[in-house]
């Protein structure tokens, strides 16, 4: 039921319908880039995840060749 002011009935005029569809598009648009935001962090967190296990990788294996060249000069 509507809601009545002052003895007349609440309507809807074209303008505030316009108004009300802009809002649910724009909040629409807002989800839509939150949840592309989201997959974007998700991808960066992974990237991040392999890039630290290359540079321990790369790290580990300079470390290997350090201590490998160490042992072959100290018989």
Not at 2 to 14: I, L, N, P, S
Not at 24 to 46: P, Y
Not at 63 to 74: E, G, I, Y
């Amino acid at each position: 039921m509507r809601e009545q002011k002052y003895g007349f009935e609440k309507f809807d005029c074209a303008p505030a319908l316009r108004l009300e569809a802009h809002e649910r598009v724009a909040k629409l648009q807002f989800d839509a880039l939150e949840a592309r935001l989201d997959r974007i962090e998700t991808s960066i967190e992974r990237m991040e995840r392999r890039l630290w296990l290359t540079v321990y990788g790369v790290v580990g294996v300079i470390l290997a060749q350090a201590f490998q060249s160490l042992l072959n000069a100290a018989p």
